[in-house]
């Protein structure tokens, strides 16, 4: 049995025509911004991809059956409804189930590869978390980019996990990164890392001509690399560095002295990151989701010609 997967009308004659598509996640939008800036953020995302000609594919799973792209009473229900995290290994359960759920990166990534969707925008990409050499815990976003073809456009890691090792599991999964406009891996908030990269890419068309190389390269096989296109936020929309380290370093310890474990970590850190910073972090975090929308409506739109 192949996945089942509902491709919207809109999409399907996009992907027909040979016409620009990019995916949208949907965890973003349900766990990762607070109601009702989320909405807006879902509708904003999917214009900004049209404003260039775009088709936007958000991507989600309702009544158990996989979406590629939304109509706006989805886009409404990842956005007020009380929906699962999904990753890849959740998907059969939530069909045989008819369940619903908002896709992680993972999943978004693996649900687009196998639509035929090549381009994808989110803020930030998962990986290996603080403490993962006792916790194990890595995020199943680097493993499912090993085999599943597609650009994933994010503004790097969040400085709450282990960067360096993250681009280690990247390097050791063969799944190549590289920097737009940037010789550094971003942190999410902060547009540099003192991480250096071994590619760095200036336009949307680069990265289209390393696309193509690795169809040339993969002779028909679906189960292969996809591509982590790193895009720092500017500069000037930067969340103040000094005020990072210094909220960063206090949600630590009262993680710390609230005993928390586990998952549990990262929903404690975020949240008290954007109540600590006021709000501040959040705008940071929309606007570098913006950047990338826009980025991955000009790489697909480079590969589309
Ligand atoms: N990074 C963010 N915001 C998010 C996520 C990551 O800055 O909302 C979400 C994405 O959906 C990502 C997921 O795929 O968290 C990773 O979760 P986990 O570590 O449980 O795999
Ligand atoms: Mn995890």
Redesign the pocket.
């Known amino acids: 049995m192949t996945q089942n997967l509902a491709i919207s009308p809109e999409v399907a004659a996009a992907l027909e025509a040979g016409r620009p598509v990019v995916a949208l996640?949907s965890?973003?939008i349900s766990?990762?911004l607070p109601r009702p800036r989320n909405h807006a953020a879902a509708v904003e995302f999917e214009q900004i991809l049209r404003d260039q000609g775009v088709t936007p594919a958000t991507i989600a799973v309702l009544d158990g059956v996989p979406q590629i792209g939304l109509d706006s009473e989805g886009v409404r229900r990842i956005a007020d409804e009380d929906l699962a995290k999904a990753?890849v290994r959740d998907l059969p359960i939530m069909a045989a189930r008819g369940a619903s759920g908002a896709t992680?990166?993972?999943a978004t990534a693996f649900l687009a590869a196998r639509a035929g969707v090549r381009v994808f925008a989110?803020?930030?990409?998962?990986g290996v978390h603080r403490g993962a050499s006792s916790t194990f815990d890595e995020?199943?976003?680097l493993s499912t980019l090993a085999g599943s073809p597609v650009a994933v456009v994010s503004a790097g890691v969040?400085s709450v996990l282990d960067v360096p090792a993250t681009l280690e599991r990247l390097e050791t999964l063969s799944v190549p990164v590289v920097g737009f406009g940037t010789d550094v891996f971003p942190r999410?908030w902060l547009a540099e890392s003192e991480f250096r990269l071994d590619w760095r890419v200036d336009t949307a068309e680069e990265v289209a001509d390393i696309i193509r190389a690795q169809d040339a390269a993969a002779e028909g096989r679906v189960d292969r690399p996809g591509l982590v296109v790193a895009n720092p936020i500017p500069l000037e929309q930067q969340w103040d560095p000094e005020e990072h380290d210094r909220v960063l370093a206090q949600a630590f310890a009262a993680a710390d002295e609230a005993g928390v474990r586990g998952k549990a970590v990262?929903p404690f850190l975020l949240g008290y990151i954007v109540t600590a910073s006021n709000g501040v972090s959040l705008e940071v975090n929309l606007d570098l989701a913006r950047n990338n929308v826009r980025l991955a409506g000009r790489i697909a739109s480079a590969l589309a010609v």
């Open positions: 996640e965890t973003i766990h990762g990753s992680t990166v993972a989110t803020g930030g990409l998962g995020s199943a976003d969040k999410f990262t």
